[in-house]
C-alpha cells in the first residue's frame, strides 16, 4: 500500500501540465533568430552549406548543432506545447538533457522584460511536451529556444484549437546590428540546465539585441572560415571568447588572421576579446594554473600588437571576475552551472551596452 501511495504521488509530482485539444503548426513559419546566415542545409543549423566540404568534420558536425536559435512567435492560447525532433539523441555525463535536447519558452511582459514561461523536456530523439498552460486567453508574444547541442530536425508549436498563432507583432530583440559571438562549449550552452541559461541567451532577453551563438564544443580553435562567415554580419559587436580551445600556437599563428578577416569587411566594428576564465581547478591544479595564465598573457600581447599598429575599437576582457571567486560556478571545475552564466552575463552586459553605442 506504501508502495502504490508513494508511485501515485511521485507521478503526480513530475506530471507535465495537459492542454485541451491542440492544433499543431509548423514552426518553419516563423522568424527564426541567431543565424550568421540562412544559407545553411536545413534550417535549424548554424553554418552554410558552402562550409560541408571545407570545415574539419567535428566543427561542421557542431555547426548542425542549434545553440541560439530561437523561434519568435505570437498567440492568444491558454497553452503552448511543442513537438520536435533531435538528431542524435545525444547525452553527456555533466549536462541535463534539457540543456542539450531540451526547449525552452520566454513569454514577453507588459514592462518588456521576459519571464520564464516552461520547458521542453525531452524524452528521447521524438519528443512532444506542453511548454507552458492555463494561461489567461489573450494575446502574448513568446521566443522558443532551440536545443544547445543535439540539433533540432523539425519543430511544432501546438495551441488551443480555437486560438490564433500569429506572426510576433513587437520587435523585440531587435534584429538589426545584432551581437556575434564565436568561441568554445562554454560558449556553446555548456553546461546550462536549459537552453534560455546559456549566456547569449540570458543577453540576448537583457539586452533586447538578437545574438548569434557561433559556440563549437572543444573546437573554437580560430579556423579562418568562421571568420568569414562572422564578418558576414553587420554585427553591433563581434565578442571573441576561443581561449579555452587553443594551444599557444595556435593563438600565435591565427589569432591576428582571424582578426584581419573579420576587420577587412567590418573595420568599424567593435571587436572584444576575452581571456581564458580561470579554471577553479586552478585552486589546487598547479599544471591548469600555470597553462591558463601563460595563454592569457600571449593573448595579452596579441592584442597589444594589435593596438600598436593603430587598431581602433578593440576591447580586452580580463579573466579576473568573469565568474565569481568562490569556486561555485561550473559543473566540473571548467563548464559554467547556470550561476556561472548568469555571473558571466552580469559582467558582460555593461560592457557590451557600452560597445553598442
Known amino acids: 500500500m506504501k508502495k502504490t501511495i508513494f508511485t501515485v504521488f511521485t507521478a503526480l509530482l513530475f506530471a507535465v501540465p495537459c492542454c485541451g485539444q491542440l492544433v499543431y503548426h509548423d514552426a518553419a513559419s516563423f522568424p527564426l533568430l541567431g543565424r550568421a546566415t540562412e544559407c545553411t542545409p536545413t534550417r535549424y543549423e548554424r553554418l552554410p552549406d558552402s562550409l560541408e566540404h571545407i570545415s574539419r568534420q567535428p566543427l561542421w558536425e557542431l555547426g548542425r548543432n542549434s545553440a541560439g536559435l530561437a523561434v519568435r512567435f505570437r498567440t492568444n492560447s491558454t497553452c503552448v506545447a511543442a513537438k520536435w525532433q533531435v538528431r542524435t539523441n545525444m547525452r553527456m555525463n555533466h549536462m541535463t538533457d534539457t540543456g542539450i ?51 533540432v530536425t523539425s519543430l511544432q508549436i501546438g495551441v488551443d484549437s480555437l486560438a490564433q498563432l500569429d506572426m510576433p507583432q513587437v520587435d523585440l530583440p531587435h534584429r538589426e546590428k545584432p551581437i556575434v559571438f564565436y568561441g568554445t562549449s562554454i560558449l556553446q550552452g555548456g553546461c546550462a540546465s536549459r537552453p534560455g541559461m546559456a549566456h547569449t541567451n540570458i543577453l540576448q532577453r537583457w539586452l533586447n539585441r538578437e545574438c548569434i551563438n557561433l559556440g563549437f564544443s572543444g573546437n573554437g580553435q580560430l579556423d579562418l572560415e568562421i571568420a568569414h562567415v562572422m564578418a558576414g554580419v553587420d554585427a553591433s559587436v563581434f565578442v571573441l571568447d576561443f581561449m579555452p580551445n587553443v594551444t599557444i600556437e595556435q593563438l600565435r599563428d591565427r589569432a591576428i588572421k582571424f582578426y584581419d578577416i573579420i576587420r577587412a569587411k567590418r573595420p568599424d566594428t567593435p571587436v572584444l576579446f576575452v581571456e581564458n576564465p580561470i579554471f577553479t581547478t586552478s585552486t589546487l591544479d598547479e599544471k591548469v594554473a600555470r597553462e591558463v595564465k601563460e595563454k592569457n598573457a600571449v593573448l595579452r600581447e596579441i592584442v597589444d600588437a594589435l593596438e600598436r599598429r593603430g587598431e581602433k575599437n578593440i576591447r580586452y576582457l580580463p579573466a579576473d571576475d568573469l565568474i565569481g571567486h568562490d569556486g561555485e560556478a561550473t559543473v566540473d571545475g571548467v563548464h559554467y552551472t547556470d550561476l556561472g552564466f548568469m555571473r558571466y552575463a552580469e559582467v558582460l552586459r555593461p560592457l557590451l551596452e557600452d560597445m553598442m553605442d
Open 101 to 151: 535536447k531540451g526547449l525552452d519558452l520566454y513569454c514577453l511582459m507588459d514592462d518588456g522584460h521576459w519571464a520564464f514561461a516552461g520547458s521542453g523536456r525531452p524524452q528521447g530523439q521524438d519528443n512532444e511536451a506542453t511548454l507552458a498552460a492555463n494561461m489567461s486567453p489573450r494575446e502574448r508574444e513568446f521566443m522558443l529556444y532551440l536545443s544547445l547541442y543535439d540539433g
